[in-house]
C-alpha cells in the first residue's frame, strides 16, 4: 500500500507536467501496471545524443501494456495555433470595437521592426494566455509583453518556420534542416532538439499539434518542376511531443505546400496536398482513415479549414491549371465543402482566379469567407541580376520602377492588365455566392516592397530579393462576423458585411497566410517584415 500510495502520488505530478502527451493512462491501470512492473519505465532518451538535447527535460517513457489516449483540456492561450484556437478557427470573440474603429491609428501601440528592417521574414504571432506575443521569423523567436517589453527570444533558431504552442510549450521547425525544437513557453530555454528528417519542403509548413501529437512535413517531392517558387514537402509526420519520437509518416498523391494539419476529433488530423487532396489519418499511428483525390496537374498555396458543422472547407484549383494558376480570369479557382465523416463532397463553387488563400468559418457557421486575388512575383529589377550593370544603372531603373509603382501604371507598362481582387462570401450550407466586396485593382508586377527588397539584393543587402507574399493574408472574423484581412498591397482591410463598411489601415507591406490574430483588448497585424500592435 505504501509503494501504491508514492505511486500514485508521482503519477498526479507526473500528469500535471505532463497535461498533453499522446498517451496518458488512466491513474487506476498505471498503479496496477506499477504494482506488477515497480520497473517498467526508463529515461528519455535518442538514438544519436548529438542531436537530441534533454534540457531542462525530465519526461520518461513509459512501458505500457495497456494504453489510453490522453483528450487534453483546453488551455488558457488567446491564439495558441496559427489560425488562432482548436475549435474557432480564424474566428475571435475580441474583435475592434466601433469606437477604436473610428480612430484606428490612435490604438496602434507599437511596431516591431528588427535592425534587418526589410531582410526580416516574418511568418506569424502567437499570443499565450497573459497576452504576452511570440514573434515567429526566420531571424527567430521573440517574445513581448503586450506593451512591447521583450521576455526573451531565441536568435540563435534560424529559418524557424510557423511554430504552435501546447501546454507550457512552443514547439516548431527549422526550415531546410529539419531540426525540430520544444521550447519551455515562459523561459525560452531548450527543452528538448532533434533532426526529425534530411530536409524540409521550401514554402510556409505550420506546425500543428493536439494531444501531445505534433504535425508538420518534412523531405522534398523531387517531382517538382517549379523550384524557383518554392519546394513542396514529401510526407507529413506524426512526433511524440514528449521526446520527439516519430510516431508516423504519411506520403500523399501530391506534395503538401503550408501544410497546416486539422483536428475533426480527438482521435483524427486532416492534411491537404497542394494538388487540394484530403486525407484524414488517425492521429496516433498515421493509419488512413479516408482520402480524396485532389486535381491531376493542379497547384495551391491555399489551405483548408474545419466549419462549426465539423465539415471541411478547401480552396484549390482545378485540374491541368498549375502552369496558368497566377494569370488573371482563369477561373480555375474551387471552393469546396467535404463531409467530414467520409469525405464525400458536399458542394463545389467555381472561382473568378486561381484559389491561393485559407478560408475561414464565422463563427455562427453560415457564412465561409475566402480573399480572391491572383498572385504577382516578378519585381524587375530582378531581371538586372547577372546582366553585369553598373550600380548607377541599377539605381536608374530602380527609379523607374518606383515612379511607376507611384503612379499605378507598372503592370500596364509591362503589357499587362491590373490585378482584380476581392473578399467573398459564401453560404456554407449551398456554395452560393452571399456578398461580394471589391477593392482597388493591385498595378504592381510584385507586391509592396519587394521591388524595394529586389533592388537591395541587387546592391548585396538583401539575403534573397523578395517575401513573395500571396495576394492577401487569411482572413480573421469576429464575432460581429467582421472580416480582417491583410492585403498585400499594404492595407488591412476590416470589412463588416452587415452594412458594406471597410475600415483600413495602411501596414505597407506584403501579408503572409498566417493572418490577424487576436486577444482581449489586442490586435496583432504581421506584414513580411513588421509587425504591428494595436490595444483598445
Not at 33 to 49: E, I, N, R
Request: hydrophobic share 35%; aromatic share 10%; proline share 5%.
Amino acid at each position: 500500500r505504501s509503494i501504491l500510495a508514492q505511486v500514485e502520488g508521482f503519477i498526479q505530478t507526473w500528469e500535471k507536467r505532463h497535461t498533453d502527451t499522446p498517451y496518458k493512462p488512466y491513474m487506476s491501470k498505471l498503479c496496477i501496471l506499477f504494482a506488477a512492473l515497480p520497473w517498467a519505465f526508463v529515461c528519455q532518451h535518442c538514438d544519436d545524443p548529438g542531436e537530441c538535447e534533454a534540457a531542462h527535460s525530465h519526461s520518461v517513457t513509459f512501458l505500457q501494456t495497456s494504453i489510453h489516449k490522453h483528450i487534453s483540456k483546453p488551455n488558457g492561450h488567446y491564439w495558441p495555433h496559427p489560425k488562432g484556437r482548436l475549435g474557432s478557427l480564424s474566428q475571435t470573440s475580441y474583435g475592434l470595437p466601433a469606437s477604436a474603429l473610428k480612430d484606428l491609428d490612435r490604438h496602434l501601440a507599437w511596431k516591431w521592426v528588427l535592425p534587418e528592417n526589410l531582410s526580416a521574414f516574418v511568418w506569424g504571432t502567437l499570443i499565450d494566455e497573459n497576452k504576452n506575443i511570440i514573434v515567429a521569423s526566420r531571424q527567430g523567436l521573440y517574445k513581448y509583453t503586450a506593451d512591447g517589453e521583450p521576455l526573451w527570444n531565441r536568435t540563435d533558431i534560424q529559418g524557424s518556420m510557423m511554430p504552435v504552442m501546447m501546454g507550457d510549450n512552443l514547439y516548431g521547425m527549422c526550415a531546410g534542416s529539419a531540426s525540430m525544437y520544444s521550447l519551455d513557453l515562459h523561459t525560452g530555454e531548450t527543452v528538448w532538439k532533434k533532426k526529425v528528417a534530411a530536409t524540409t519542403g521550401q514554402e510556409g509548413d505550420m506546425m500543428e499539434a493536439r494531444n501531445g501529437v505534433l504535425v508538420t512535413a518534412v523531405d522534398q517531392d523531387k517531382s517538382w518542376l517549379k523550384p524557383e517558387v518554392g519546394i513542396p514537402a514529401k510526407r507529413a509526420i506524426g512526433i511524440n511531443a514528449t521526446n520527439a519520437e516519430e510516431l508516423w509518416s504519411y506520403i500523399p498523391e501530391c506534395g503538401i505546400w503550408n501544410i497546416m494539419a486539422l483536428f475533426p476529433d480527438q482521435e483524427s488530423t486532416i492534411i491537404m496536398d497542394y494538388c487540394g487532396g484530403l486525407y484524414r489519418l488517425n492521429l496516433y499511428d498515421g493509419s488512413e482513415v479516408w482520402k480524396v483525390r485532389g486535381s491531376l496537374f493542379s497547384m495551391t498555396d491555399g489551405g483548408s479549414t474545419l466549419g462549426p458543422d465539423g465539415n471541411v472547407y478547401t480552396c484549390s484549383n482545378s485540374p491541368l491549371t498549375m502552369l496558368t494558376m497566377s494569370d488573371k480570369d482563369t477561373h480555375a479557382g474551387r471552393l469546396r465543402k467535404y463531409d467530414v465523416s467520409n469525405g464525400k463532397l458536399l458542394w463545389e463553387t467555381k472561382l473568378q482566379n486561381a484559389c491561393m488563400n485559407f478560408p475561414a468559418v464565422s463563427p455562427d457557421g453560415k457564412t465561409v469567407v475566402l480573399s480572391d486575388g491572383a498572385n504577382v512575383l516578378d519585381p524587375p529589377m530582378k531581371w538586372l541580376h547577372g546582366k553585369n550593370v553598373t550600380s548607377e544603372e541599377i539605381d536608374r531603373f530602380y527609379a523607374l520602377q518606383q515612379e511607376l509603382l507611384a503612379n499605378k501604371t507598372q503592370l500596364n507598362y509591362y503589357g499587362h492588365d491590373n490585378l482584380n481582387a476581392s473578399i467573398l462570401g459564401f453560404d456554407t450550407s449551398t456554395g452560393s455566392l452571399m456578398w461580394e466586396h471589391d477593392v482597388e485593382p493591385w498595378y504592381g508586377m510584385s507586391f509592396a516592397l519587394d521591388e524595394e527588397r529586389a533592388y537591395l539584393w541587387l546592391k548585396g543587402e538583401h539575403p534573397f530579393g523578395h517575401c513573395g507574399p500571396p495576394h492577401w493574408s487569411g482572413p480573421t472574423i469576429d464575432q460581429d462576423g467582421k472580416v480582417y484581412a491583410a492585403r498585400s498591397d499594404g492595407l488591412l482591410h476590416i470589412y463588416d458585411p452587415r452594412d458594406g463598411s471597410d475600415t483600413t489601415f495602411r501596414h505597407g507591406d506584403g501579408a503572409l497566410m498566417s493572418g490577424v490574430t487576436f486577444a482581449d483588448g489586442l490586435m496583432i497585424v504581421p506584414t513580411c517584415s513588421w509587425v504591428y500592435v494595436f490595444k483598445y
